[in-house]
């Protein structure tokens, strides 16, 4: 076993948790991301008759990430504005993408649901929600 002086150890905790921050670009990436989550969720509620217990935990879960890091990237009068843009909004695209052609979506919605879950664990680290 390594023993390093406390004061050793304590940076590099510091240096480990630095380099695996978000940048605040990297943060409105995943802000975005989350929304669009939170939508296919949405989508997926209303045109795939997804099951709703596990499903609406995790469309929550996006939508915290998205609430957590508005209120670091966004004024208090643009939350709303931008959640109605890019949660709501993005429901409705989807909705209708899959009504006009369920063929081709339902199948990359589904992929993108899967991707969402993968992704999550880094924007609620990004969030300070871990």
């Not at 939508?39 to 957590?68: C, K, M, S, T």
């Amino acid at each position: 076993m390594i023993r390093l002086p406390a004061f050793t150890f304590a940076a590099a905790l510091l240096a480990t948790a630095c380099a695996n921050a978000a940048t605040p670009e990297r943060e409105q990436e995943l802000m975005a991301i989350a929304a669009s989550c939170a939508a296919f969720y949405q989508a997926g509620f209303d045109r795939l008759d997804l099951p709703v217990e596990r499903n609406e935990a995790q469309r929550q879960a996006f939508i915290a990430v998205v609430d957590a890091l508005g209120i670091k990237h966004l004024a208090p009068s643009q939350r709303e504005p931008w959640f109605m843009e890019n949660v709501v909004g993005r429901t409705g695209i989807v909705v209708n993408i899959i009504d006009l052609k369920p063929d081709e979506s339902i199948p990359k919605v589904r992929a993108n649901l899967t991707a969402c879950d993968k992704l999550l664990p880094e924007m609620n680290a990004a969030a300070g929600l871990e």
